[in-house]
């Protein structure tokens, strides 16, 4: 990173964690794995589904589920998802709000590395989910999402987008809270 900082003089002056600095450790790594775990087990009936029909090369079944994702399978894994999301909720001790803070977060981060690259029908549940979520790092992730986001420009209906809708995707409002503007900085699209 070093060297890559020292050869480009567009980075120069930006902060960048290197070392332990950029590291999770401690409750947030054991979250992030539950959660990673928790969307694996969630796409889990669809990798199966489609590891039937591609006779036994397992390896690239996740690759053809995602390319073949219809609304109704993605869907199905948000409600599975969110199931176990309960579940998990449930069996946690009660009123513990560190740990509840590292949960959300983890999970935030989990869906966006393993479903943002994915197809447009999952990202519009990723940001439907996002979207009812009041944190900060919901509303970085749905920013994220609509910035890199490959799907139409603003105002045009694109193929997995309601007529009526602008945007990259349907815009809903967010309540405006004080608990997650923490970080959240200036433009933040919490209140939009």
């Given at each position: ?27 947030q790594?054991r979250?992030f794995t ?36 219809t609304?109704?399978?993605?869907a ?18 009660p009123?513990?709000?560190t ?13 966006m ?17 996002l979207?009812?979520i ?10 994220r999402?609509?910035?890199f ?21 349907a815009?809903?409002s ?19």
């Amino acid at each position: 990173m070093e060297a890559l900082v020292a050869e480009r003089p567009d980075l120069s002056g930006l902060p960048v964690a290197m070392g332990d600095a950029c590291r999770t450790k401690g409750e947030q790594a054991r979250q992030f794995t539950t959660a990673v775990n928790t969307v694996r087990q969630a796409l889990q009936p669809l990798v199966d589904m489609k590891s039937i029909e591609i006779k036994g090369d397992v390896k690239n079944a996740k690759e053809v589920v995602f390319q073949t994702t219809t609304p109704a399978t993605a869907a199905a894994f948000w409600e599975r998802y969110q199931a176990a999301c309960a579940q998990e909720d449930k069996a946690a001790p009660p009123g513990d709000r560190t740990r509840a803070e590292c949960v959300t977060r983890a999970r935030i981060a989990a869906l966006m590395q393993m479903l943002a690259p994915e197809t447009p029908v999952m990202r519009l549940g990723l940001a439907k989910y996002l979207s009812g979520i009041s944190h900060a790092d919901a509303t970085k992730a749905l920013a994220r999402l609509a910035i890199f986001s490959a799907e139409d420009g603003p105002g045009q209906v694109g193929p997995h987008r309601p007529p009526g809708t602008t945007g990259r995707f349907a815009r809903r409002s967010r309540p405006a809270r004080s608990d997650h503007e923490e970080g959240a900085g200036e433009g933040d699209a919490g209140g939009a």
